[in-house]
């Protein structure tokens, strides 16, 4: 049963076995030039989400967090493993802060692969790729997840 939560966050909830379901949350956030206020007040929308979730559901955040969590995982070892892409800026510390609270890991940075596999938005000067979509999931099941990567069209 697909549930909506909000504007920008759909949930919805599906039965795995008897017992055991899965709960995939598809999140759009608001955009880098967004006021720091509109930003947290998205934050703050799965969190009350996430609080409604039983801790046995095995859990998927997925979407476009239009943020950068950088590469340097040194502070935040717990959420992202060591293989993000260029530097975290402040919202990326923002979801990362977020996903510390709520025992939540990056998937996108678990596995090594090439960059081109990792990158979903391309800088239009530069032209450079950035990390700004992610699949999230609880830390407890980490060793679920198998592959994360972009299947770019």
Not at 46 to 63: A, R, Y
């Amino acid at each position: 049963m697909l549930q909506p939560a909000s504007g920008i966050i759909m949930m919805m909830r599906l039965p795995l076995s008897k017992d055991n379901f899965a709960t995939n949350i598809s999140m759009y956030a608001p955009t880098m030039t967004n006021t720091d206020e509109n930003k947290e007040a998205f934050y703050n929308q799965p969190g009350n989400v996430l609080s409604g979730i039983p801790c046995t559901d095995k859990l998927l955040l997925i979407g476009d967090f239009n943020v950068r969590i950088g590469r340097d995982n040194d502070k935040w070892c717990l959420v992202m493993d060591k293989h993000g892409i260029g530097k975290c800026n402040f919202s990326g510390a923002f979801l990362l802060a977020w996903c510390s609270e709520f025992e939540l890991i990056v998937t996108n940075t678990i596995f090594r692969q090439k960059d081109e596999r990792k990158t979903t938005w391309m800088h239009p000067h530069f032209g450079h790729g950035h990390m700004i979509d992610f699949i999230i999931t609880r830390c407890q099941d980490k060793m679920d997840i198998h592959s994360t990567r972009v299947m770019r069209t």
